[in-house]
């Protein structure tokens, strides 16, 4: 049974009746188990992924709950500065951009504030 992620009992039935639905739990990371849309890496089957992704999309089903999108497809979910990696690194360069960037800001706002609340 698939582990979902950090939610209530209750919460975490429905999301898996909604979307995790018939997958089976084949990911192990850390302790729990996990099926293949909710595994938290993005170490995972990306073709598969992009099947079931597809698939539901093509059903107007867009219930994503939950869901660790791997790289890939998180890159193609970006817009206008969409940058295509080549590589692995590149793709791992663009996620840690993702994390750092909102937090440099909020350094940055942090810093700014301290400046002027002496
Ligand atoms: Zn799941």
Redesign the pocket.
Known sequence: M?N?GNYPDEVKQH??QD??RN?V?GYEVGDAA??L??APTIDKNKDEFDRIFKERISRNDYNFQ?VVFPARIAATLQNVDYRKPTTKKGEIAIILEKIFAPLQAALLALAIRRKFMR
Request: net charge positive; glycine share 0%; hydrophobic share 55%.
């Open positions: 698939c979902v999301i898996r979307v995790c997958l739990a996990n099926c849309l909710h939950a």
